[in-house]
Structure formats: structure tokens, C-alpha cells
């Protein structure tokens, strides 16, 4: 039997029973994502399935690969906004989601694939924005939820420190205090751990493609240090413009 015909059967069989135990676990848990554990692994499945021919286009060309990443970015900023109306809604949130996740994502890739850090062609950009991109949104979504949180849970001292005279962006920061950081936490650890609790995916994949460990080690380090100063850009940018936005009541905001 073949190796992706193992893989096939392997998939069958046992993909079905993961989102069982996700399921299972979800509701003992109290967790309320039941519904969005399955959800989450059909739409998975189909895009997968669908995206795999279009990757395979853009993969050929650099053109498509940046055209990808963007579909990615577009992607990610509509992620990010559906997440973060959940806990309040505010003006031109996507906006926002757009600009952190951009800023963030965008400024990093310029500085690994420009000077040639990270190679040139399309079999690094698309794999790279896609690293890229999904760390600044899941950043981006957690700082800002937890921010608006925050702002709602704290709406009195928000209001105590525009009463005496403090601006909106210092009142806000003052409520919120530094929990948007709590963002970042993932990245860092994840970075802190590699190798002794993690082997990340760039590493285990250039070794199995024949690379040399040391050359898989300088790329998975660029890759882990390149998620974590890009996460961080889209934290400071979405808990920045959250701090200046028109905010709701904050006590309308879901915890």
C-alpha cells in the first residue's frame, strides 16, 4: 500500500472520530463551539480540496503567489472582524482589523523576501505569507477582543479618567492596561520552546526534504522570530486604533 493511500484510508476512518472527541469535549466543557468544531473541519475539507488546484497554479508563478497571499489577507481581515464584532462594534472595525493585520504582516514579509532573507519565488512567498498572515490575524483577534473586553468589563475607570480630564486614547489604555499583550503569548512560547516541546513545520519539512539541520534551524528561526515581531506590529496597531476609535457604551460590550 502507498504511503498516500494509507494517508487516505488513515483520514477516513479517523478524521471523523477527531471532530467526535472535539465535539464531545466542546460540550462537557461547557464551551459552546460544538456547532463550530464541525463547521469548522467541513469547510475545511472543501477548501482544501479546492484550494489545492489553485495552489498548485500559484505555486508556478510569482504573480499567483502574491495574488494568493492577498486572498489570504482579505481572508484573514474578514476572520479578524466577525471575531471581534462578537464582543462589540464599533465604526470601521474592519478597517482596523485590516490595518493591523496588514501592517503587521506585510512589513515583516517586505523585510525577509526583499533583501532575499527568505528566497525569491513563489515556493517561499506562498508558504511564508501563509505563516505570516494567520499569525497576525489570530494576534490581531485576540488583542482585540480582549482589549474590547476589557473596555467593557473596566467601563468605569474609562470614564473616571476622561472625567478628569485624560484623552480618550489614555483613558482607554488606562482601563485596558497591557492585556492585549496576552496576545502574544503563543508566538512566545512557541519560539521559547522550539525544538525541546515543538518541531515546527519548515524545520521537519526541509529535513525530510534532504536539507541539511542547520540550514532547516536558520529557517525556522527566521520564520519563528518574523511571527513574532509581525504579531506584535498587528497588536500594537489594532489596541492603537481601538484606543482612538468611536467606542460603544461599555456597557453594551460582551465580555
Known sequence: MSLDTGLGLAAVVVLPLL?????????????????????AA??????????????????????GAIAFVLLMFGVATVTSTRRLRQTAVVPRQWLYCAAAIGIGAFTILALLILPGVVPRNPGSILPMGGIIVGGTMTATTLAGRRALSEYGTRFG????GLSIGLL???????????????????????????????????????????????????LQLVVLIGLVAAE?????????????????????VSS
Not at 475607570?157 to 473616571?160: G, K, S, T
Not at 500594537?236 to 456597557?251: F, K, N, Q, V
Request: no cysteine; net charge neutral.
Open 168 to 218: 480618550q486614547p489614555d483613558a482607554f489604555k488606562l482601563a485596558v492596561g497591557p492585556v492585549a499583550g496576552d496576545a502574544l503569548l503563543p508566538a512566545l512560547d512557541q519560539t521559547r520552546t522550539v525544538g525541546l516541546v515543538t518541531l515546527p513545520g519548515a524545520f521537519v519539512g526541509m529535513v525530510l526534504g534532504g536539507a541539511s539541520p542547520t540550514a532547516a534551524a536558520a
Open 19 to 39: 471532530v467526535a472527541v472535539g465535539v464531545v469535549g466542546s460540550r462537557y466543557a461547557g464551551l459552546h463551539h460544538d456547532k463550530g468544531i464541525v463547521t
Open 157 to 160: 475607570e474609562f470614564e473616571a
Open 232 to 252: 506584535t506590529l498587528a497588536i500594537l496597531t489594532i489596541t492603537e486604533l481601538l484606543a482612538r476609535a468611536p467606542l460603544p457604551d461599555g456597557r453594551t
Open 42 to 63: 467541513l469547510r475545511a475539507v472543501v477548501q482544501l480540496a479546492a484550494v489545492g488546484v489553485v495552489v498548485g497554479f500559484a505555486l508556478q508563478h510569482t504573480i
